[in-house]
């Protein structure tokens, strides 16, 4: 009895060559401007739905919102200047463009942390006031990830070299680690996680600080796979950042029992 054995076809995924362009009619755009634009434009769009529900007056949450944006900007840029600074002091006109086009989502968050309690304690508001932002924050970030691996090298959000079968060749013909993707997974399940649910209501605040805590712990731990600088104690002046995030998260409710007493 003879046996009819039928080939398997393989499953072939294309070759990719980055950046990768995204077209639109007749125009290529680079994707990181796009994913930009998108991230922000969601995010904008999510912080309004939410606000239907946001206990906070107008004003006071417009107030809140553009010290947490002076805080994003300067934190962005002044994380970023730290973190490429060997760049900086061979060639100091790399200052300029880093500050036009270089940001890291870390200084943003924090720089935007400071911002709003620097706000909160100048206008005596002393409830929280980040939960609005987590679901806008976490969809955003992970769209701008998306913008981050579809640019390739240039983008420098790329991982070390690796032998792991998922290792991805952004052009120099060397596998890294695809960090950007591994960050926009544990985005995606933070949103699930962190999401409002009907009848289910978080402590106010806790979100917020589940959120940052677990994504600067994510970020201290996968920067490492990450080719960087160090600036002390074999951690960079990203991950330094993190840590000092990570303090706050674990301070903050402690601190906040003590204003009440």
């Known amino acids: 009895m003879s046996c009819l054995v039928m ?9 990719m060559t980055f950046p990768v362009m995204i077209g639109l009619g007749p125009w290529r755009l680079h994707p990181h401007p796009v994913a930009e634009l998108l991230a922000f434009s969601v995010a904008m769009a999510l912080v309004r739905r939410g606000r239907r529900q946001d206990p906070l007056p107008a004003s006071t949450r417009s107030t809140v919102l553009l010290g947490g944006l002076a805080g994003a900007l300067l934190g962005a840029k002044g994380l970023v200047l730290l973190e ?3 760049l900086v002091a061979a060639d100091p006109r790399q200052a300029l463009a880093l500050l036009l086009m270089g940001k890291t989502v870390v200084g943003a968050l924090l720089g935007g942390l400071v911002g709003v309690e620097l706000t909160k304690a100048a206008t005596g508001l002393r409830r929280s006031t980040g939960d ?4 806008p924050l976490l969809v955003g970030m992970a769209i701008g990830r998306i913008g981050c691996f579809l640019t390739g090298l240039d983008d420098h959000t790329h991982g070390l070299p690796t032998t792991l079968p998922w290792g991805i060749d952004f052009g120099d013909g060397i596998p890294r680690h ?14 699930l996680l962190l999401r409002p649910r009907p009848g289910r209501a978080w402590p106010e605040g806790l979100r917020f600080r ?10 201290l731990g996968v920067d490492a796979l990450k ?31 003590h204003r009440r007493s």
């Open 210 to 219: 589940l959120f940052l805590g677990t994504y600067l712990a994510f970020r």
């Open 178 to 191: 695809p960090t950007q993707l591994y960050e926009i997974a544990v985005l995606v399940a933070l949103a």
């Open 227 to 257: 080719p960087g600088d160090p600036l002390a104690l074999g951690l960079g002046a990203i991950q330094w950042a993190a840590l000092a995030g990570l303090l706050w998260c674990l301070g903050a409710p402690l601190a906040s029992r």
């Open 132 to 135: 609005l932002f987590v679901l």
């Open 84 to 86: 490429h600074r060997a």
């Open 7 to 15: 080939p398997v076809p393989l499953i072939t995924v294309p070759a």
